[in-house]
């Protein structure tokens, strides 16, 4: 028989060695970068144009995530119904996000039809029209999304959150309202589009099975257009954070539950500390197995999940907490969070919760190396934030060696509540 | 058209790589398939039961998934599950539909053991703490709160399955149908219900990723193959009858816009028909070349939203479309709109070219799926549920041999006015503009 009480034997995930599988890099004619990683069984590829096109460069409010959007929705060549099809046709989704810095136009496909797809990419990246008539459905829809989201608790103390943190005039901070959506025109989207598409900065990622001529392809394609390799300069917005640290807003009359949220401003990546607060981090809030969840979900029941996180800003960013819990114990959650900051600071981690954070953390990473997008995603992370090429090995050995005493340093320096916004929206 | 089938057949072959596993079947009827992926450090075990929330008794509805938030809670030799997880470097999770439960948890695979140790324990036995129920009562009462309540439109599914469903259990969520059946569980429940459903011949144990089958098969012996086999739970659920006659609904509630939603019965999972009326909804919606979108969001600008899809559950499911309207929009003309595209279906029927790219998205969405081996075991064990493994190798085949005739002949069959279920849900803050 054997004995269930007893663990079976385990390697300890931090004694793994862990590779993040180099890039490959080239340029095309006019010094575009082209980052791409070949992997994975499955003959899929996945090509993101990311232009230094976000909000932190736009002069009107709503004008970068506008312009990014309608880039599908006409050229003079095709309408946004023949733009769609042509991708849709062969099963290929083109998508377009816009952040706070960057603006990416994104292509997943079976990789054997590559070569029918980067043409319209081209169109739109060269010969976007922003027909009038597509903005005017582009205001109304979003005006009417954003009807809907004003309505949930969490829209809106994700808003104001960080609104209080970097200011409203940050990008970082800024929300949209709906005069901002009127305001939008045309022919200011296509100055937009001129500045920061057509004569803008851009990088390209490749990854998946990648087709032996996709240079030649990328070249034909892209490398002769007016756009140029960015030059890692930055606007410099300066946030402005609010002066009050407690709010309680009523959204619904009728919530049975509060969007409670703390944040305290954070510096970069690039700050020594920050290695070592990201596995701080985890210990209070960052996993299933976390101080926060351990506490407020499984053994208070007070909410259906609690996360503690650092925003992935590139600039500077901020420390969040974030929870809905239930309307009549909301304060108590708040109570405990602070409860377990004062832990953090006031007594040492166990070596067995150390080790568990540790292991956890290394086997998690070890998940994500596995397969190109997971192994791209890490890699465009280190270059978006222009980070050393040891970014990686640096993290992975700081998690493996940060010890406690460090760890309850940081907490006294951090994870103090006089520096957290506090806020609930019923 | 044999020639066309059989070249996109070859070409399917050559493009999607076969899916291969090992079964096995343990005396106590626990079913195991090893799927070897030696380009992954990691191991994932995944564990099906055969139970949802159809299983349920009407008057204790969202049991199934409060279950298994117990699961969790302690084990009869292991007093907390997710500690030993990872601290060998694991994760996991879990979810409830309507149909099952699926536990998942993904680990460094020369840690694979304590997956065994772990899941074959709490198949053996839960510890039945009464503290686990009393906070996980809560904990699902306030999930149940922050999706289905304290949301605009976060009662929808609960009304529209109450309308559309008259019979079949699937007339209720998986969270439940009201807070009150979760506050009232009780540890009698829990106990029954584990005892009732949780057996091995009720499981699927999948292994994949950096293993060897040998290995795998000593492992489930050494862990599982003492677990008494426990009574064959046999499902006897009551049939939904063919609806007669069109349902209509109409709901005000304190939400920004109105929003329409209409549901047609179609198929069980493992009928053959299941693919053609999958296709259907592809055509109808799912991006910006597709028909409602283009012509009742971009041409006619009723909508600001819609979709048709449908939930893929594995007794008789339903399409639906789901829209949000333009403010200002007379619900009934948008009603209208949608129905001369259902007409425009039944009556013309889709051309060669919208055939053959839903079929290509269908295509590029299985290989997308395929990358990761977390999905390719949660699919291996999903398709062994309906019947065997071996679907998964097949399934697109199965989509590639649909025929416009076909599309044509079950549209004027599902999107027949008697099989429709119509609800308005009406904004009644009528300050806004």
Redesign the interface.
């Known amino acids: 028989m054997i004995d269930r009480k007893i663990a079976p034997p385990i390697k300890d995930a931090i004694d793994y060695t862990l590779e993040l599988k180099p890039y490959e890099l080239y340029s095309l004619d006019n010094n575009i970068p082209v980052y791409t990683i070949h992997a994975g069984a499955q003959e899929v590829i996945q090509l993101e144009f990311v232009f230094f096109a976000g909000n932190c460069y736009e002069q009107q409010k709503g004008i970068a995530a506008a312009t990014n959007f309608l880039l599908k929705n006409g050229t003079t060549k095709h309408n946004a119904f023949e733009l769609n099809e042509s991708f849709e046709y062969y099963g290929a989704y083109c998508n377009r996000s816009c952040y706070n810095e960057t603006a990416v136009i994104s292509l997943h496909t079976l990789t054997r039809h590559i070569e029918k797809l980067l043409p319209v990419i081209q169109e739109m990246l060269t010969d976007a029209t922003f027909p009038e008539d597509e903005l005017d459905t582009y205001k109304q829809n979003s005006k009417q999304r954003l009807k809907v989201n004003l309505q949930k608790a969490e829209f809106v103390a994700g808003r104001l959150i960080d609104s209080y943190v970097y200011g409203e005039q940050h990008p970082y901070g800024t929300y949209t309202i709906p005069e901002n959506l009127d305001n939008l025109t045309v022919e200011n989207i296509r100055n937009f589009y001129r500045k920061y598409y057509l004569n803008g900065q851009c990088i390209i990622f490749a990854a998946g099975n990648i087709p032996a001529n996709l240079k030649q392809l990328l070249n034909a394609m892209f490398g002769k257009l007016a756009v140029s390799k960015p030059t890692n300069s930055l606007p410099n917005n300066k946030t402005s954070p609010a002066k009050e640290r407690i709010y309680r807003v009523e959204n619904d009359p009728a919530a049975v539950q509060g969007a409670i949220r703390l944040a305290t401003p954070f510096p970069n990546r690039h700050h020594p500390d920050f290695k070592k607060v990201v596995v701080l981090n985890n210990v209070f809030g960052g996993f299933f197995g976390s101080r926060l969840m351990s506490n407020i979900r499984e053994d208070k029941g007070y909410t259906y999940g609690i996360h503690s996180y650092i925003q992935n800003h590139i600039q500077q960013t901020g420390w969040f907490i974030s929870t809905e819990a239930g309307k009549d114990v909301s304060e108590a959650a708040i109570r405990e969070i602070y409860k377990e900051m004062q832990r953090l600071r006031d007594e040492k981690i166990t070596d067995d919760e150390l080790l568990l954070v540790r292991n956890y953390m290394i086997g998690g990473i070890l998940g994500e190396l596995n397969g190109p997008f997971q192994i791209m995603a890490k890699w465009k992370n280190i270059i978006l934030n222009n980070l050393d090429a040891n970014y990686f090995y640096d993290s992975v050995n700081e998690i493996k060696t940060v010890t406690a005493d460090e760890l309850q340093a940081l907490a006294n320096k951090y994870l103090q509540p006089e520096k957290f916004y506090e806020l609930v929206v019923y | 058209m044999p020639t066309e089938a059989s070249a996109q057949l070859k070409a399917f072959s050559y493009?999607?790589?076969m899916i291969k596993f090992e079964k096995f079947t343990l005396n106590n009827g626990l079913r195991v398939l090893v799927h070897e992926d030696k380009?992954?450090?990691?191991a994932v075990v995944n564990v099906l039961y055969d139970v949802g929330a159809r299983d349920e008794h009407p008057e204790k509805t969202g049991f199934a998934h409060l279950f298994e938030h117990l699961m969790f809670g302690g084990s009869?030799?292991?007093p907390v599950y997710?500690?030993?997880l990872?601290?060998?470097?694991?994760?996991n999770n879990a979810y409830t539909t309507n149909d099952l439960t699926n536990y998942y948890c993904?680990?460094?695979a020369?840690?694979i053991?304590?997956a065994?140790?772990l899941e074959?324990?709490r198949m053996?036995s839960l510890a039945f703490s009464k503290k686990s129920l009393?906070?996980?009562?809560?904990?699902?009462?306030?999930?149940f709160?922050?999706h289905y309540?304290?949301?605009?439109?976060g009662d929808v599914w609960h009304k529209l399955r109450a309308l559309v469903y008259t019979t079949h259990p699937y007339k209720w969520m998986t969270i439940g149908a009201s807070l009150k059946h979760i506050e009232d569980a009780e540890l009698q429940d829990v106990k029954d219900f584990f005892f009732k459903h949780y057996t091995p011949s009720n499981a699927i144990l999948v292994v994949a990723g950096n293993v060897e089958t040998a290995n795998i098969k000593l492992l489930a012996e050494?862990?599982f193959g003492?677990i008494p086999a426990g009574e064959k739970y046999n499902r006897n659920l009551p049939e939904e009858p063919k609806q007669t006659a069109p349902r209509f609904a109409e709901v005000k509630a304190?939400?920004?816009?109105d929003a329409l939603y209409k549901a047609w019965h179609i198929y069980p999972r493992t009928d053959p028909r299941y693919y053609i009326a999958d296709l259907i909804t592809d055509i109808m919606s799912g991006?910006?070349?597709?028909r409602l979108f283009?012509s009742l969001?971009?041409e006619k600008?009723l909508f600001?939203?819609i979709d048709c899809y449908h939930l893929g559950s594995t007794d008789a499911g339903i399409i639906t479309i789901d829209g949000?309207l333009?403010?200002g929009v007379d619900i009934r003309e948008a009603d209208k709109a949608v129905e001369a595209e259902i007409i425009k279906l039944k009556r013309d029927g889709i051309s060669a070219?919208e055939l053959?790219?839903v079929k290509?998205?269908?295509?590029?969405?299985m290989?997308?799926e395929?990358?990761?081996?977390m999905n390719r075991a949660q699919s291996i064990a999903m398709y062994e549920l309906l019947g065997d493994a071996d679907l998964i190798n097949s399934e697109l085949s199965k989509y590639q041999s649909v025929t416009a005739e076909q599309i044509l002949e079950e549209a004027r069959i599902i999107f027949d006015e008697n099989n429709c279920s119509t609800m308005y849900y009406l904004s009644d803050n009528s300050q806004?503009n």
């Open positions: 493009l999607c790589p380009s992954t450090p990691m009869k030799n292991i997710d500690e030993p990872q601290v060998a470097g694991g994760e993904q680990l460094p020369e840690n053991e304590t065994f140790w074959s324990d053996l009393e906070v996980q009562r809560k904990v699902v009462s306030e999930e709160k922050e309540i304290n949301k605009p439109y050494k862990w003492s304190n939400v920004p816009l991006g910006g070349s597709s283009q969001v971009k600008k600001s939203s949000k333009v403010k070219a053959e790219k290509n998205k269908t295509e590029s969405a290989a997308f395929d990358m990761s081996v806004q």
